[in-house]
């Protein structure tokens, strides 16, 4: 790789464009259906189905049938290349893990978005060919942390995670953020069978977060 930018495929491009990847994770995956929906009809157009979520692989391809083409669909807390094969087989269109394993990057048939902490990681994340690569846990590392990072390596594509709140999108795409993955504080109580209207409610302010900080 040169230090050049990634260039980004479609679907990584799809990704960047939501603005935000929505991160469905819950002890079973049997209100995952309902929830991309929501999401999906309220402008969320990028989803992650965490495999630590009983039944995940079932509802990342029943994701996919459901929503258009336009909604990326992919398969978080990817571990292994067991993990990446029977994700992608499912139909997971990108793939997210917390670590790095430039192995995973190289042999990933899809779009592979590492997990990083430090400079030298994210550096090392995108010399192997990562598209965009997750900043994780941002929350305690905070938007300035990537504004100094950007400074040297303006070349990386950076998708913040981990323990952000909607109140704060605004500020990581301020940062350089390509895009935010939002777990709790968007999906919250939905993803056990919680209120969809208020889910809505917090979809709408979050793709209302990403408009502003972009206009």
């Given at each position: 790789m040169t230090d050049e930018s990634v260039p980004l495929d479609a679907v990584s491009a799809a990704v960047v464009e939501s603005g935000i990847v929505?991160?469905?994770?819950?002890?079973?995956?049997?209100?995952?259906?309902?929830?991309?929906?929501?999401?999906?009809?309220n402008g969320v157009t990028a989803l992650e189905v965490t495999l630590t979520s009983q039944g995940a692989l079932e509802a990342l391809?029943?994701?996919?049938?459901?929503?258009?083409?336009?909604?990326?669909?992919g398969a978080g807390t990817v571990l292994t290349g067991a993990d990446a094969k029977a994700a992608v087989d499912a139909?997971?269109?990108?793939?997210?893990?917390?670590?790095?394993?430039?192995?995973?990057?190289?042999?990933?048939?899809?779009?592979?978005?590492?997990?990083?902490?430090?400079?030298?990681?994210?550096?090392?994340?995108h010399q192997a060919g990562a598209p965009l690569v997750k900043l994780f846990p941002a929350a305690g590392l905070g938007p300035e942390f990537l504004r100094n990072v950007r400074g040297p390596?303006?070349?990386?594509?950076?998708?913040p995670t981990g323990g952000i709140k909607i109140e704060d999108i605004a500020d990581w795409l301020f940062a350089g953020a390509r895009s935010v993955g939002l777990g709790g504080p968007l999906v919250g109580d939905?993803?056990?069978?919680?209120?969809?209207?208020?889910?809505?409610?917090?979809?709408?302010?979050?793709?209302?977060a990403v408009a502003f900080a972009r206009s």
């Open positions: 929505a991160i469905l994770r819950a002890p079973t995956a049997d209100y995952f259906a309902a929830v991309a929906d929501v999401l999906a009809e391809a029943g994701l996919r049938r459901q929503l258009p083409s336009s909604v990326a669909v139909g997971a269109e990108f793939l997210v893990s917390p670590v790095l394993d430039p192995g995973l990057i190289a042999g990933a048939t899809v779009p592979f978005f590492p997990g990083t902490s430090t400079p030298t990681e994210m550096y090392a994340a390596l303006p070349q990386i594509n950076v998708m939905a993803v056990v069978g919680g209120s969809l209207t208020a889910l809505a409610a917090r979809a709408r302010h979050a793709v209302s």
